[in-house]
Protein backbone atom coordinates (compact mmCIF):
# COMPACT_ATOMS: atom_id res chain seq x y z
CA UNK A 1 0.00 0.00 0.00
CA UNK A 2 1.32 3.55 -0.97
CA UNK A 3 1.85 6.19 2.13
CA UNK A 4 1.91 8.73 -0.40
CA UNK A 5 -0.81 11.42 -0.17
CA UNK A 6 -3.80 11.78 -2.16
CA UNK A 7 -3.87 13.81 -5.49
CA UNK A 8 -5.74 16.81 -4.31
CA UNK A 9 -7.95 18.11 -7.44
CA UNK A 10 -8.56 21.87 -6.82
CA UNK A 11 -11.19 23.82 -8.57
CA UNK A 12 -13.33 21.00 -10.08
CA UNK A 13 -16.12 23.08 -8.70
CA UNK A 14 -15.46 26.47 -8.87
CA UNK A 15 -13.12 26.86 -11.51
CA UNK A 16 -10.62 28.14 -9.06
CA UNK A 17 -7.23 27.10 -9.14
CA UNK A 18 -7.09 26.62 -5.20
CA UNK A 19 -3.99 24.33 -5.45
CA UNK A 20 -2.14 27.38 -6.90
CA UNK A 21 -3.55 29.96 -4.78
CA UNK A 22 -2.92 27.51 -1.22
CA UNK A 23 1.08 27.47 -2.78
CA UNK A 24 1.17 31.27 -3.44
CA UNK A 25 0.19 31.27 0.72
CA UNK A 26 2.00 29.11 1.56
CA UNK A 27 4.81 30.50 -0.22
CA UNK A 28 4.50 33.88 1.73
CA UNK A 29 4.02 31.92 5.12
CA UNK A 30 7.43 29.98 4.35
CA UNK A 31 9.41 33.43 4.34
CA UNK A 32 10.83 33.22 7.96
CA UNK A 33 11.19 29.28 7.69
CA UNK A 34 13.82 29.64 4.11
CA UNK A 35 15.45 32.74 6.65
CA UNK A 36 15.60 30.19 8.85
CA UNK A 37 17.28 27.57 6.95
CA UNK A 38 19.44 29.70 5.07
CA UNK A 39 21.01 30.88 8.51
CA UNK A 40 21.43 27.30 9.68
CA UNK A 41 23.44 26.78 6.03
CA UNK A 42 25.29 30.34 6.91
CA UNK A 43 26.29 28.78 10.17
CA UNK A 44 27.37 25.04 9.98
CA UNK A 45 29.46 26.67 6.73
CA UNK A 46 31.22 29.29 9.28
CA UNK A 47 31.23 26.52 11.76
CA UNK A 48 33.12 24.06 9.60
CA UNK A 49 35.25 26.59 8.11
CA UNK A 50 36.37 28.04 11.65
CA UNK A 51 36.99 23.75 12.44
CA UNK A 52 39.24 24.19 9.89
CA UNK A 53 41.20 26.98 10.84
CA UNK A 54 41.82 25.54 14.67
CA UNK A 55 43.34 22.85 13.04
CA UNK A 56 45.54 24.75 11.16
CA UNK A 57 46.49 26.87 14.69
CA UNK A 58 47.03 23.64 16.26
CA UNK A 59 49.53 22.33 13.82
CA UNK A 60 51.17 25.89 14.72
CA UNK A 61 51.68 24.52 18.36
CA UNK A 62 52.53 21.19 17.05
CA UNK A 63 55.79 22.82 15.15
CA UNK A 64 56.55 25.38 17.78
CA UNK A 65 56.57 21.94 19.91
CA UNK A 66 58.71 19.88 17.46
CA UNK A 67 61.66 22.90 17.99
CA UNK A 68 61.51 23.12 21.53
CA UNK A 69 64.31 20.80 22.14
CA UNK A 70 68.24 21.53 21.88
CA UNK A 71 68.28 17.99 19.94
CA UNK A 72 65.71 18.91 17.74
CA UNK A 73 66.24 22.58 17.40
CA UNK A 74 70.08 22.50 16.36
CA UNK A 75 71.85 21.05 13.13
CA UNK A 76 75.25 19.89 13.65
CA UNK A 77 77.47 18.50 10.53
CA UNK A 78 80.25 16.17 11.43
CA UNK A 79 83.24 15.77 9.04
CA UNK A 80 85.43 12.81 9.96
CA UNK A 81 88.80 13.21 8.22
CA UNK A 82 89.00 9.24 7.75
CA UNK A 83 85.69 7.67 8.64
CA UNK A 84 87.29 3.87 8.01
CA UNK A 85 88.31 4.97 11.70
CA UNK A 86 85.83 6.76 13.04
CA UNK A 87 82.12 8.32 12.35
CA UNK A 88 80.07 10.58 14.70
CA UNK A 89 76.88 12.20 15.30
CA UNK A 90 75.62 14.53 17.16
CA UNK A 91 72.76 15.89 18.80
CA UNK A 92 71.09 19.81 19.87
CA UNK A 93 73.50 19.49 22.86
CA UNK A 94 76.94 19.73 20.82
CA UNK A 95 79.23 22.54 20.18
CA UNK A 96 81.01 23.26 17.98
CA UNK A 97 85.08 22.47 17.52
CA UNK A 98 87.74 20.50 15.84
CA UNK A 99 89.68 17.69 18.09
CA UNK A 100 91.90 15.28 16.72
CA UNK A 101 91.02 11.25 17.51
CA UNK A 102 93.76 8.14 17.63
CA UNK A 103 91.20 4.72 18.19
CA UNK A 104 94.18 2.86 19.48
CA UNK A 105 91.73 -0.14 20.63
CA UNK A 106 89.02 -1.51 19.46
CA UNK A 107 86.08 -3.45 22.11
CA UNK A 108 85.83 -7.14 21.76
CA UNK A 109 84.00 -9.78 23.26
CA UNK A 110 85.33 -13.17 24.81
CA UNK A 111 85.58 -16.06 22.94
CA UNK A 112 86.34 -19.47 23.70
CA UNK A 113 86.48 -22.92 21.79
CA UNK A 114 86.29 -26.34 23.17
CA UNK A 115 88.63 -29.66 21.94
CA UNK A 116 88.27 -31.13 18.67
CA UNK A 117 85.55 -33.69 18.10
CA UNK A 118 84.78 -36.05 15.80
CA UNK A 119 81.04 -35.53 15.25
CA UNK A 120 78.90 -32.23 16.48
CA UNK A 121 75.72 -34.26 16.69
CA UNK A 122 77.20 -37.74 17.88
CA UNK A 123 76.41 -38.17 21.85
CA UNK A 124 79.62 -37.05 24.13
CA UNK A 125 79.12 -39.86 26.93
CA UNK A 126 80.25 -36.87 29.19
CA UNK A 127 77.83 -35.43 32.13
CA UNK A 128 78.47 -32.82 34.22
CA UNK A 129 78.15 -28.62 34.95
CA UNK A 130 79.27 -26.44 32.55
CA UNK A 131 79.33 -22.85 35.03
CA UNK A 132 79.30 -19.30 32.63
CA UNK A 133 80.15 -16.40 34.13
CA UNK A 134 79.49 -12.99 32.86
CA UNK A 135 79.47 -9.93 34.67
CA UNK A 136 79.66 -11.51 37.98
CA UNK A 137 76.52 -13.39 36.68
CA UNK A 138 77.01 -17.23 37.24
CA UNK A 139 75.11 -19.76 34.81
CA UNK A 140 75.26 -23.70 35.33
CA UNK A 141 73.64 -25.57 32.44
CA UNK A 142 73.60 -29.36 33.42
CA UNK A 143 75.29 -31.65 30.65
CA UNK A 144 74.07 -35.15 30.21
CA UNK A 145 75.96 -38.59 28.72
CA UNK A 146 73.49 -38.15 25.54
CA UNK A 147 74.77 -34.10 24.64
CA UNK A 148 76.18 -33.43 21.74
CA UNK A 149 78.45 -30.50 20.89
CA UNK A 150 74.98 -29.34 18.99
CA UNK A 151 73.10 -30.51 21.88
CA UNK A 152 75.20 -28.44 24.22
CA UNK A 153 75.16 -25.62 22.11
CA UNK A 154 71.32 -25.44 22.27
CA UNK A 155 71.45 -25.57 26.08
CA UNK A 156 73.16 -22.78 26.62
CA UNK A 157 71.55 -20.20 24.29
CA UNK A 158 68.48 -21.36 26.00
CA UNK A 159 70.34 -20.83 29.45
CA UNK A 160 69.58 -17.10 29.57
CA UNK A 161 73.15 -16.24 29.91
CA UNK A 162 74.68 -12.77 27.79
CA UNK A 163 76.78 -15.47 25.68
CA UNK A 164 76.12 -17.08 21.96
CA UNK A 165 77.04 -20.88 21.12
CA UNK A 166 77.50 -22.24 17.85
CA UNK A 167 79.51 -25.43 16.11
CA UNK A 168 82.34 -24.56 14.26
CA UNK A 169 83.11 -27.69 11.71
CA UNK A 170 86.26 -28.01 10.12
CA UNK A 171 85.39 -30.88 7.63
CA UNK A 172 87.16 -32.98 10.15
CA UNK A 173 86.34 -31.52 13.54
CA UNK A 174 83.95 -30.46 15.34
CA UNK A 175 84.60 -27.68 18.04
CA UNK A 176 81.80 -26.16 20.35
CA UNK A 177 82.31 -21.76 19.94
CA UNK A 178 81.35 -19.67 23.19
CA UNK A 179 81.59 -15.70 22.65
CA UNK A 180 80.34 -12.97 24.63
CA UNK A 181 77.00 -11.05 23.80
CA UNK A 182 78.54 -8.09 24.99
CA UNK A 183 82.22 -6.16 24.81
CA UNK A 184 84.36 -4.53 27.16
CA UNK A 185 86.12 -5.53 30.50
CA UNK A 186 82.77 -5.60 32.62
CA UNK A 187 81.49 -8.63 30.30
CA UNK A 188 84.50 -10.90 30.27
CA UNK A 189 83.23 -14.32 30.32
CA UNK A 190 84.36 -17.13 32.45
CA UNK A 191 83.76 -21.13 32.14
CA UNK A 192 84.03 -23.91 34.16
CA UNK A 193 83.45 -27.30 33.67
CA UNK A 194 82.72 -30.08 36.76
CA UNK A 195 81.86 -33.61 37.10
CA UNK A 196 83.11 -35.35 34.11
CA UNK A 197 82.55 -32.79 31.88
CA UNK A 198 85.89 -32.94 29.99
CA UNK A 199 85.20 -30.28 26.86
CA UNK A 200 88.52 -28.46 27.04
CA UNK A 201 87.41 -25.19 26.85
CA UNK A 202 90.08 -22.31 26.18
CA UNK A 203 89.65 -18.92 25.58
CA UNK A 204 91.52 -17.31 22.18
CA UNK A 205 89.99 -13.68 22.17
CA UNK A 206 89.97 -11.60 25.30
CA UNK A 207 87.28 -9.27 26.08
CA UNK A 208 88.52 -5.96 25.73
CA UNK A 209 88.12 -2.13 26.47
CA UNK A 210 87.71 0.45 23.01
CA UNK A 211 90.68 3.29 23.92
CA UNK A 212 91.21 6.30 22.13
CA UNK A 213 93.34 9.64 22.74
CA UNK A 214 91.35 12.61 22.34
CA UNK A 215 93.76 15.42 21.09
CA UNK A 216 97.19 13.76 22.25
CA UNK A 217 96.22 14.75 26.24
CA UNK A 218 93.04 12.66 27.19
CA UNK A 219 92.99 8.36 27.03
CA UNK A 220 89.50 7.30 27.01
CA UNK A 221 87.99 3.32 27.56
CA UNK A 222 84.57 2.60 27.02
CA UNK A 223 83.02 -1.01 27.19
CA UNK A 224 81.78 -0.68 23.21
CA UNK A 225 83.37 0.83 20.58
CA UNK A 226 80.72 4.36 21.03
CA UNK A 227 82.05 6.97 23.27
CA UNK A 228 78.48 9.28 23.64
CA UNK A 229 79.77 10.87 26.88
CA UNK A 230 83.10 12.21 25.68
CA UNK A 231 81.97 15.71 23.97
CA UNK A 232 78.59 16.96 24.48
CA UNK A 233 76.26 15.89 22.68
CA UNK A 234 78.72 13.68 20.24
CA UNK A 235 78.63 10.30 19.64
CA UNK A 236 81.79 8.81 18.20
CA UNK A 237 81.77 5.20 16.71
CA UNK A 238 85.21 3.66 16.53
CA UNK A 239 86.03 2.03 13.51
CA UNK A 240 89.64 0.85 13.13
CA UNK A 241 92.81 1.66 15.38
CA UNK A 242 94.90 4.12 13.27
CA UNK A 243 98.38 4.40 12.94
CA UNK A 244 97.94 7.79 12.77
CA UNK A 245 94.78 10.79 14.71
CA UNK A 246 92.33 11.36 12.67
CA UNK A 247 90.95 14.85 12.88
CA UNK A 248 86.63 15.53 13.78
CA UNK A 249 85.40 18.97 13.15
CA UNK A 250 82.50 20.06 14.22
CA UNK A 251 79.96 22.75 13.18
CA UNK A 252 76.43 23.81 12.72
CA UNK A 253 74.41 23.38 9.79
CA UNK A 254 72.76 26.32 8.51
CA UNK A 255 70.66 24.66 5.97
CA UNK A 256 69.84 21.75 8.12
CA UNK A 257 68.81 23.82 10.65
CA UNK A 258 66.97 27.01 8.30
CA UNK A 259 65.18 23.44 6.65
CA UNK A 260 63.48 23.12 10.55
CA UNK A 261 62.61 26.64 11.50
CA UNK A 262 60.81 26.59 8.04
CA UNK A 263 58.65 23.82 8.87
CA UNK A 264 57.44 26.16 11.79
CA UNK A 265 57.13 29.19 9.42
CA UNK A 266 54.99 27.35 6.62
CA UNK A 267 52.24 25.97 9.86
CA UNK A 268 52.42 29.45 10.96
CA UNK A 269 51.71 31.00 7.40
CA UNK A 270 48.97 27.85 6.87
CA UNK A 271 46.79 29.75 9.74
CA UNK A 272 47.52 33.04 8.82
CA UNK A 273 46.08 31.96 5.40
CA UNK A 274 43.33 30.32 6.71
CA UNK A 275 41.78 32.81 8.90
CA UNK A 276 42.28 35.70 5.98
CA UNK A 277 40.07 33.07 3.70
CA UNK A 278 37.96 32.84 6.79
CA UNK A 279 36.83 36.26 7.86
CA UNK A 280 38.28 38.02 5.32
CA UNK A 281 41.36 40.06 4.80
CA UNK A 282 42.22 43.28 2.68
CA UNK A 283 40.36 42.09 -1.11
CA UNK A 284 40.20 38.24 0.55
CA UNK A 285 36.45 38.41 0.73
CA UNK A 286 34.93 35.79 3.74
CA UNK A 287 34.36 32.11 2.74
CA UNK A 288 31.46 32.81 5.07
CA UNK A 289 29.05 35.62 5.26
CA UNK A 290 28.78 34.38 9.24
CA UNK A 291 32.41 34.71 9.29
CA UNK A 292 33.32 38.19 8.04
CA UNK A 293 35.27 40.52 10.33
CA UNK A 294 35.14 37.89 12.83
CA UNK A 295 36.34 38.98 16.05
CA UNK A 296 37.26 35.73 17.15
CA UNK A 297 39.46 35.14 14.13
CA UNK A 298 40.93 38.45 14.19
CA UNK A 299 41.94 38.01 17.42
CA UNK A 300 43.61 34.63 17.39
CA UNK A 301 45.37 36.36 14.24
CA UNK A 302 46.50 39.20 16.34
CA UNK A 303 47.72 37.49 18.84
CA UNK A 304 50.24 35.65 16.97
CA UNK A 305 51.53 38.42 15.08
CA UNK A 306 52.27 40.00 18.54
CA UNK A 307 54.01 37.01 19.82
CA UNK A 308 56.32 36.99 16.68
CA UNK A 309 57.04 40.40 16.34
CA UNK A 310 57.70 41.27 20.00
CA UNK A 311 60.82 41.03 22.53
CA UNK A 312 60.96 37.38 23.83
CA UNK A 313 60.73 38.42 27.99
CA UNK A 314 63.43 38.02 29.96
CA UNK A 315 65.64 36.88 27.24
CA UNK A 316 69.33 38.69 26.91
CA UNK A 317 71.86 38.73 24.39
CA UNK A 318 72.36 39.83 20.71
CA UNK A 319 68.64 38.33 19.59
CA UNK A 320 65.65 39.30 21.63
CA UNK A 321 63.15 38.78 18.52
CA UNK A 322 62.89 36.44 15.80
CA UNK A 323 63.33 39.34 13.45
CA UNK A 324 66.90 39.31 14.89
CA UNK A 325 67.71 36.37 13.12
CA UNK A 326 65.73 36.56 9.75
CA UNK A 327 62.47 35.66 10.73
CA UNK A 328 60.43 38.53 10.09
CA UNK A 329 56.56 39.55 9.93
CA UNK A 330 55.43 40.89 6.75
CA UNK A 331 52.58 43.24 6.14
CA UNK A 332 50.16 40.46 5.62
CA UNK A 333 50.88 39.16 8.61
CA UNK A 334 52.59 36.19 7.10
CA UNK A 335 56.34 35.44 8.07
CA UNK A 336 59.15 35.45 6.10
CA UNK A 337 62.83 33.24 6.65
CA UNK A 338 66.09 34.71 5.27
CA UNK A 339 68.15 32.17 5.42
CA UNK A 340 71.55 34.31 4.71
CA UNK A 341 70.92 36.13 7.63
CA UNK A 342 70.40 33.13 9.90
CA UNK A 343 72.85 31.48 8.73
CA UNK A 344 75.19 34.77 9.92
CA UNK A 345 73.73 34.56 13.36
CA UNK A 346 74.11 31.18 14.03
CA UNK A 347 77.81 31.50 12.62
CA UNK A 348 78.26 34.35 14.72
CA UNK A 349 76.43 33.09 18.10
CA UNK A 350 74.95 29.45 17.75
CA UNK A 351 73.93 29.30 21.34
CA UNK A 352 72.61 33.27 21.42
CA UNK A 353 70.38 31.91 19.00
CA UNK A 354 69.88 28.42 20.25
CA UNK A 355 68.71 30.57 23.74
CA UNK A 356 66.20 33.00 21.64
CA UNK A 357 64.39 29.82 20.14
CA UNK A 358 64.84 27.72 23.45
CA UNK A 359 65.08 30.06 26.76
CA UNK A 360 67.30 29.91 29.07
CA UNK A 361 67.66 27.04 31.43
CA UNK A 362 69.64 28.77 34.05
CA UNK A 363 67.22 31.89 34.15
CA UNK A 364 64.01 29.54 33.77
CA UNK A 365 63.69 31.72 31.26
CA UNK A 366 61.01 30.75 28.31
CA UNK A 367 61.96 30.64 24.43
CA UNK A 368 60.15 31.78 21.53
CA UNK A 369 58.88 28.22 20.84
CA UNK A 370 57.54 28.30 24.37
CA UNK A 371 55.99 31.30 24.52
CA UNK A 372 54.28 30.33 20.99
CA UNK A 373 53.15 27.22 22.09
CA UNK A 374 51.47 28.81 25.41
CA UNK A 375 49.89 31.44 23.21
CA UNK A 376 48.77 29.13 20.85
CA UNK A 377 47.66 26.82 23.47
CA UNK A 378 45.14 28.91 24.91
CA UNK A 379 43.71 30.10 21.54
CA UNK A 380 42.88 26.61 20.44
CA UNK A 381 42.75 24.83 24.56
CA UNK A 382 38.96 22.99 24.79
CA UNK A 383 36.32 25.07 26.03
CA UNK A 384 38.14 28.00 26.72
CA UNK A 385 39.45 29.09 23.99
CA UNK A 386 39.04 31.89 21.70
CA UNK A 387 37.98 29.69 18.64
CA UNK A 388 36.76 26.58 20.23
CA UNK A 389 34.04 29.22 22.31
CA UNK A 390 33.25 30.46 19.04
CA UNK A 391 32.74 27.18 17.48
CA UNK A 392 30.81 26.06 20.59
CA UNK A 393 28.36 29.78 20.08
CA UNK A 394 27.76 28.75 16.65
CA UNK A 395 26.89 25.21 17.63
CA UNK A 396 24.23 26.60 19.88
CA UNK A 397 22.79 28.83 17.18
CA UNK A 398 22.55 25.81 14.93
CA UNK A 399 20.66 24.02 17.45
CA UNK A 400 18.02 26.91 18.61
CA UNK A 401 17.31 27.88 14.66
CA UNK A 402 16.91 24.05 14.40
CA UNK A 403 14.02 24.17 17.23
CA UNK A 404 12.85 27.26 15.65
CA UNK A 405 12.43 25.70 12.65
CA UNK A 406 10.66 22.68 13.72
CA UNK A 407 8.08 24.99 15.28
CA UNK A 408 7.46 26.88 12.45
CA UNK A 409 6.89 24.06 10.30
CA UNK A 410 4.43 22.83 12.74
CA UNK A 411 2.56 26.00 12.25
CA UNK A 412 3.21 26.15 8.56
CA UNK A 413 1.50 22.47 8.23
CA UNK A 414 -1.40 23.48 10.33
CA UNK A 415 -2.18 26.34 8.18
CA UNK A 416 -2.04 24.74 5.08
CA UNK A 417 -4.38 21.96 6.24
CA UNK A 418 -6.54 24.46 7.81
CA UNK A 419 -6.44 26.19 4.01
CA UNK A 420 -7.44 23.16 2.48
CA UNK A 421 -10.24 22.52 4.82
CA UNK A 422 -12.04 25.67 3.96
CA UNK A 423 -10.85 25.26 0.32
CA UNK A 424 -12.40 21.72 0.19
CA UNK A 425 -15.74 23.47 2.49
CA UNK A 426 -16.08 26.34 -0.24
CA UNK A 427 -16.01 23.63 -3.09
CA UNK A 428 -18.61 21.41 -1.71
CA UNK A 429 -20.82 24.31 -1.39
CA UNK A 430 -19.96 25.41 -4.97
CA UNK A 431 -20.72 21.81 -5.93
CA UNK A 432 -24.27 21.46 -3.99
CA UNK A 433 -25.36 24.84 -5.15
CA UNK A 434 -24.35 23.70 -8.70
CA UNK A 435 -26.33 20.45 -8.59
CA UNK A 436 -29.48 22.11 -6.89
CA UNK A 437 -29.79 24.45 -10.07
CA UNK A 438 -29.35 21.75 -12.40
CA UNK A 439 -32.31 20.40 -10.36
CA UNK A 440 -34.13 23.19 -10.60
CA UNK A 441 -33.54 23.46 -14.07
CA UNK A 442 -34.81 20.11 -14.83
CA UNK A 443 -37.53 20.86 -12.75
CA UNK A 444 -38.23 23.76 -15.21
CA UNK A 445 -37.72 22.08 -18.07
CA UNK A 446 -40.35 19.23 -17.46
CA UNK A 447 -42.81 21.35 -16.26
CA UNK A 448 -42.97 23.26 -19.85
CA UNK A 449 -42.77 20.13 -21.78
CA UNK A 450 -45.74 19.17 -20.01
CA UNK A 451 -48.40 22.49 -20.03
Not at 1 to 19: E, K, R, V
Not at 103 to 132: C, I, P, W, Y
Not at 191 to 201: S, V
Not at 242 to 263: E, G, M, R, W, Y
Request: glycine share 8%.
Amino acid sequence: MSNSPPIAFGGLASGIDTNALIDGLMGVERIPLNRNTARQQSLTSAKSTLSSVLNTFTAVKTAADALNSSSAFASYSLVSSDDKVLVATATGAARAGTYSIEVKQLAQETRAKSLGFASSTDALAQTGTFSLTVGGTVTDIAIDAADSLAGIATKINASGAAVNASVVKTGTEAFLVVSGKGTGATNAVTMAETGGLALGMTTYQTSKNSRILLDNQFTIERDTNQFSDVLDGVTITAKSVSATPATLVIKSDSDAQASKIQSFVTAYNNAVSAGHLSAGWGSIKASSAALAGDSAVRSALNSLGTTVSNVIPGITGKYKQLANVGIKLSQDGSLTLDKTKLAAALEADSEGVAKLFLGDSATSTKGAMSVMSSVVEKLTKASTGTLPLRITQYEKQITQLGKDADKLQERLDLYEAGLRKKFNALETAVSKIQFQGRQLQGFVSNSSNTQ
